[in-house]
């Protein structure tokens, strides 16, 4: 087994609608572990088969229509929870947690949430606060853990695309910074730009916005964080833009990073 492991994240909106856009992808790319936001399917309906013949197994959780995680992984996979598990309101399919060759991945699919006035708005701050409050009871910032997947903020003004304009808007606002920022607190890293600094490095692009992937018009929403001894053995990080260019695209691409591991 190699000493190195490649994570990727990867918001599919609809995982049966990119299954072509998916294959083509992890056969040319083939990361060790690939974390799956907004697959839009009940755990019965899950699409298996074509990641099982490509040598993955697969954890998930789903629900009919909307949210839904999955994490694959060519190496055994061990489900460690589903959901905010604090004694709170049942959570929507937006959390998984596993793990994979020693490490503890956490794939979250953060609520988008609406419009700032809105109480999808609150819920989302609110889901921030119960993923800190969990974190701090049951995992140790002096382990090894990834958090992964689409976190629905851009967090620094080079993460969008026109930061003086879209400041305020959903995804970039300063109520999402602060609460993303008490979650960093407890030990997160981001792993992305340890490595990459420059501007307009984005993994979202708007279907109804014209061309805005040609326009650059993008955001950064989806990340890989990891905690310092995990963010230490990073060797790279990088966006693979080519899904978004695919027939019938997501309106995410992959973020990727390389590890290395016992």
Request: glycine share 6%; proline share 7%.
């Amino acid at each position: 087994m190699s000493n190195s492991i490649t994570v990727a994240s990867f918001n599919v909106n609809g995982i049966r609608a990119r299954l072509p856009v998916l294959q083509e992808w992890l056969q040319s790319v083939c990361p060790d572990v690939l974390c799956l936001q907004e697959t839009k399917v009940q755990n019965k309906d899950f699409p298996r088969e074509p990641f099982e013949s490509l040598g993955y197994t697969c954890a998930f959780s789903g629900q009919k229509g909307f949210n839904g995680v999955a994490t694959l992984s060519r190496a055994p996979i061990e489900v460690l929870g589903v959901g905010l598990n604090d004694g709170g309101p049942p959570d929507e399919a937006r959390l998984i947690v596993t793990r994979i060759r020693g490490l503890t991945v956490l794939n979250t699919y953060v609520p988008q949430g609406t419009t700032p006035d809105s109480d999808r708005f609150q819920y989302k701050l609110s889901w921030f606060r119960r993923l800190r409050a969990i974190l701090v009871r049951d995992f140790d910032p002096r382990s090894q853990v990834l958090w992964v997947g689409d976190f629905n903020v851009a967090p620094e003004p080079r993460d969008v695309f026109d930061p003086e304009r879209l400041s305020g808007e959903i995804g970039f606002h300063p109520e999402e910074h602060r609460a993303l920022s008490e979650v960093q607190e407890w030990g997160w890293f981001d792993v992305f730009r340890r490595h990459v600094t420059e501007d307009r490095q984005y993994t979202f692009w708007d279907y109804r916005i014209p061309k805005a992937l040609a326009r650059g018009l993008g955001w950064r929403v989806d990340h890989i964080w990891a905690t310092e001894s995990m963010a230490q053995r990073s060797a790279k990080a990088w966006i693979d833009v080519e899904p978004r260019r695919a027939e019938r695209p997501s309106d995410h691409t992959p973020i990727l990073a390389e590890f290395r591991v016992d």
